[in-house]
């Protein structure tokens, strides 16, 4: 990992065609603006794992669900066809 020390308006080249300015600096944050063409996804790390985590729970739920689904089928069979033990 490549570390600098930028100060407010100073610059990084990343590449041939993306800068990102220093915009400002204020306690602990900084904000800064990136300058890249449209097809260069630019993200949010934390956004990004946030949705990935969302989806493997969806994904999940709807694994849990359809297992909910066949477990339920089986019982019913096993239960409307079999005799009570009474």
Request: no cysteine.
């Amino acid at each position: 990992m490549l570390v600098l020390t930028r100060k407010v308006g100073e610059r990084i080249l990343v590449g041939d065609d993306i800068v990102i300015t220093v915009l400002d600096s204020r306690g602990d944050g900084v904000r800064i603006g990136i300058d890249a063409p449209r097809g260069v996804k630019i993200q949010r790390e934390e956004v990004v794992r946030a949705v990935t985590e969302a989806n493997a729970s969806a994904s999940a739920t709807a694994a849990d669900d359809d297992a909910e689904a066949r477990l339920r089928r089986a019982l019913g069979e096993l239960g409307s066809g079999g005799t009570d033990g009474a």
